[in-house]
Structures are given as C-alpha cells and as structure tokens.
Nanobody, 127 residues
Framework: EVQLVESGGGLVQAGGSLRLSCTTS????????IGWFRQAPGKEREGISC????????YYADNVKGRFTISTNNAKNTVYLQMNSLKFEDTAVYYC????????????????????WGQGTQVTVSS
C-alpha cells in the first residue's frame, strides 16, 4: 500500500523557517517524482515544488523560488521541503504527492497527474 505522510508543520513567525518531511512507503523511487502542494484558506491548491528521483531535477513555483528548497533522502524514503524567509501568505495546508517522473518538466503542477496524496500538514505564519 502506497503511503505518504507529511510532518513538520507548525506555527512560525514571519521571517522564520520550517522543514517539512514527506515520509513514503509502499513503492520504489524508480522513475518517480514527489511534488509539494499547498492550499490556503479560500484558495485553490497550488503546486510549489517537485523533485524527480530519476535525475534529481527540481522545480519551483515563482512565489517560493529562492526561499524553498526541495531535497530527498532515498535511503530514508523521505522528501524534504526546507522553507526559509516565511511570509504570512505562506500559511496553508501543505501536501506531498507522488507521480511518474515522465513529462515532469511540463506537467509537474498538474494535480491530476499525481496518483497518491498525503493528508497534509498545517503551516501557519504569523505576521
């Protein structure tokens, strides 16, 4: 059974940092990718970052580029999202999701291309 479990969310002041973890099980990392999405209150869920297991390619949304870093520890089956210089508008529920690494460059933000999703972790940034 494929499982993705997010952790590391919490309350942080603006300008602070958090590291989210996505711990996975039930599949191998061959030709796979893990994406991070978030959904703020009253807004649609948006893709913010993605990493490919096949070649290590990473992708970021413009509004987090330079502040967030995605990485993976394949030995621990875990993908991390290091979030620095957090802003009030980063407040959201953060989700990780699994998809194939194929066509990642063009469709990494397409939510329908992801097969499995975690339950989410809340990140709250106080201003």
């Amino acid at each position: 059974e494929v499982q993705l479990v997010e952790s590391g969310g919490g309350l942080v002041q603006a300008g602070g940092s958090l590291r989210l973890s996505c711990t996975t099980s039930g599949f191998t990392y061959d030709d796979r990718a893990i994406g991070w999405f978030r959904q703020a209150p009253g807004k649609e869920r948006e893709g913010i970052s993605c990493i490919s297991s096949s070649d290590g390619s990473t992708y970021y949304a413009d509004n987090v580029k330079g502040r967030f870093t995605i990485s993976t520890n394949n030995a621990k089956n875990t993908v991390y999202l290091q979030m620095n210089s957090l802003k009030f508008e980063d407040t959201a529920v953060y989700y990780c999701a699994l998809r194939s690494a194929r066509t990642l460059e063009y469709y990494w933000t397409r939510q329908s291309s992801y097969e499995y999703w975690g339950q989410g972790t809340q990140v709250t940034v106080s201003s």
